[in-house]
Structures are given as C-alpha cells and as structure tokens.
C-alpha cells in the first residue's frame, strides 16, 4: 500500500515551491515529489487530499534539552528529580515536541543518559517521539557551565577519557563547553573555559569514533577556540567578531543561534519569578547576540535553527516559536524553514536521509492549514499542523477534523 498526497502546496525544503503538487511514499520512503500528475494507483493505496494545505519536511531542533522541563528553575529541577521520574517526564517531553511537529532532535545535554535511553526507547517502538541526536553528558572544565550534570574533565587528556566514555555510553555527538553561560551561578558568561587543547583532544577523539562535535560558545575567545580544534558547531555564538566569522567561513562551521532563551527569559522572567541578577544577564547578552547573528546570516554562515528547549520558560512544544525569532532577525520565512530543516539536518550528518522533501529521503513530514511562508508562526499556532508523520508513520492526522 502506498500513500499519496496530493492537491497540496510543497515547501521542499530546498528552497523549492510547488504550488500544487504530490507526494508520494513507498512505505517509509519518498517515491515521488512534484508538480501533480496522473498516478497508477491500486485501490488499496491511501490518496489523501490536502485540499491546499501546505506539505514540508518534519521539522528539525538542532539545540533540546529533553531532560530539563522548561520550568523557572529547570536546572533545580533537572538535579533534584529521581531518575525515574526524571524518565517519565523526558517522555513526555519528548511527546510534546514530537506533536509540535518535530520529527528530529539533536539532545545537547542530558542527566545520566536518561536522553540515550530515551531515544533508544523511541527507537525500538516503546514509546512516541522525535529520532534523536544525543550528546550524553556535556564535557567542561571543573567547575566549568553546567557542572553540576556535566562531566567534568581538566587536561586533553581527560576530555579525550570523557569523550570516549559518552561514545561509549551511546552519544552521537560532543558537546564541549568552551565559554562560561548565564545559567550557572558564579559563573563569567563570556570567559572562555575548555582551553585549545583539551578542545582539540575532544574534536579528536569524536573524529576517530565517526561523531559530530558541538560547542557551547558564547564570548570570542572561547569561539575562536572552537574552531581551531575543529569544531562541527557553534551553539549560542554569543559574540562574533570578524576574525570569528572568517574562522567560520574557512573552517564551514555552522552556527545554532537560539534565540529562543533569552527572549523567554526577559520577556516572562519577572512574571515567572526569575531573579534578577540573571534577567539581567540576559538582557546583556541579547543585543549583542543579535548583532552576531545578523552579522553571520549577512557573511552567508549557515545557520541551523535551535531553541535549547528545556531551559527556563523555553517550554518543550513550543520549539517553532524559533522561527519567528529568525524571520525577525532577517531571515525570510523560507529560509527560516530552510534552516530548520535542509541546514539542520547537514549539521546532524543527516542530509542524505532527512531535512527535505526528495525521491529517496524518509518520509518524515508535516501538513499546516494555511501557508506559513505568508506568515511563520502559523507553524507555532495550536491545532494548525494537522499531520505529523515520521518515516512514513502517521503521529496525528486530523486533515478533516
Ligand atoms: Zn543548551
């Protein structure tokens, strides 16, 4: 049995419209993707008719914390919950994100490999949510950002010992802090932190093993030695200056701007109780960090879209908020559809399987009511997707409720 879609606009993700096409699967693969046609169709293939609605690739979220809760205080939270409960909410968030239209995410930090086991449960049809991309646990410095769920490593040496424990423990990827953040207390958010060595040896040994790194980056020193270790990834890039830029440029890293954290944080902070020493931190940080972005986005740096979901008030299932923040920064809605979808899966290492509508490509796919590239936040609009479907799996399909 096949499905097809048709009497659909397509957003492709490549950058590609058409304005009424179909889609056709073979099982969980895309057969076919194009401008309407006539098709052989037995009488037990499913023909769904969109009756206009837009057709994309599933969203991709290169940035979650799938064990944090989105709460005021999601650090406290994440640290003081039993892991069983721990789990049992890591499930449930990873539902939310998986009906908010998400169909990938890559996890840049968990608690305990509660992520690892998580998505290995999504695998094996325990229970619903997004493929995932996980890091395990985060590597920094003693008393580095994110320390208290983090594993600490001091010397190449160590981090080269600490990389090679979350491949081991099943990590996709590595992340490594190389600049202090605004979450954790006492902590200089622009000072770097990992040096270029113990960097490098953690870009080394991800390298050997076949895995992606990933940088929690946000002041110029800490960037720049990113990337002369190698780095896949920048997240955050709080401060991009021009030498960080050209170091970009030649090294073909991406940046993962999120900016979804601190205009959560200073938009609903005070509302939520949030102390204002680190309201205060965010509101510094903002405007520069929109200038970097900007800067980037100019310069032609590809940029993929993240939210770091899971941090305070950055609720999971409120990811596509994100786009709205890119299309403000600049972006047209298409290329911000772009980069949550086409750019995010390059970054995962993903591009050959995911990220856009093309003959061969899983069929992993949503379906909107309207035509998010007049306006992007339809994407974020309760009941507006009204199909998520992942490797040819239907996750909701409410088209003519
Ligand atoms: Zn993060």
């Not at 005021?72 to 939270?77: A, L």
Request: hydrophobic share 40%.
């Amino acid at each position: 049995m096949a499905i097809i879609f048709r009497n659909g606009k397509i957003i492709t993700g490549t950058g590609e419209i058409f304005r009424k096409g179909l889609v056709a699967l073979a099982g969980p693969i895309i057969d076919y993707v194009g401008p309407e046609k006539r098709l052989r169709t037995s009488k037990n293939d499913q023909v769904i008719d969109l009756m206009g609605n837009t057709i994309l690739p599933g969203i991709i979220d290169c940035h979650v914390h799938l064990c944090m809760d989105g709460s005021p205080d999601s650090m406290v939270s994440l640290l003081k919950e039993s892991i069983p409960i721990l789990t049992l909410k890591t499930a449930h968030h990873v539902r939310l994100t998986l009906e908010a239209g998400l169909t990938t995410v890559r996890d840049m930090g968990g608690r305990d490999y509660v992520d690892i086991s998580i998505r290995d449960g999504i695998r094996s049809g325990l229970l619903p949510g997004p493929r995932m991309v996980c890091s395990g646990k985060m590597i920094c410095m003693t008393g580095g950002y994110g320390w208290p769920y983090s594993r600490e490593a001091d010397g190449p040496e160590e981090v080269r010992k600490a990389a090679r424990e979350q491949i081991k423990a099943g990590a996709d990827v590595i992340k490594l802090m190389a600049t202090g953040g605004i979450l954790t207390k006492g902590v200089d958010p622009g000072a770097a932190q990992l040096s270029l060595e113990e960097l490098r040896a953690g870009v080394e040994e991800a390298r050997k093993a076949d895995r992606r790194t990933a940088t929690h980056a946000q002041g110029k020193e800490g960037i720049k030695n990113s990337l002369r270790a190698g780095i896949d990834s920048i997240e955050h890039g709080i401060s991009l200056d021009d030498e960080a830029i050209a170091l970009m440029l030649e090294s073909k890293a991406f940046l993962v701007p999120t900016l979804s954290p601190p205009e959560r944080i200073v938009g609903e902070g005070v509302k939520a109780g949030i102390p204002s020493s680190l309201i205060e931190r965010a509101r510094s940080a903002m405007k520069r960090h929109l200038d970097s972005v900007v800067k980037a986005y100019k310069m032609k740096i590809p940029i993929a879209m993240g939210t770091d979901a899971g941090t305070p008030l950055n609720r999971h299932g409120e990811n596509l908020k994100e786009l709205e923040l890119l299309v403000k920064m600049g972006m047209s809605p298409m290329e911000a559809i772009v980069s949550a979808t086409k750019t995010a899966s390059e970054v995962l290492g993903l591009e050959g399987k995911i990220g856009t509508l093309e003959k061969g490509k899983l069929a992993d796919l949503i379906v909107v009511d309207g035509d998010p590239l007049e306006d992007i936040t339809l994407l974020q609009k309760k009941g507006r997707i009204k199909i998520i479907m992942k490797e040819g799996q239907f996750y909701k399909s409410h088209l003519h409720a």
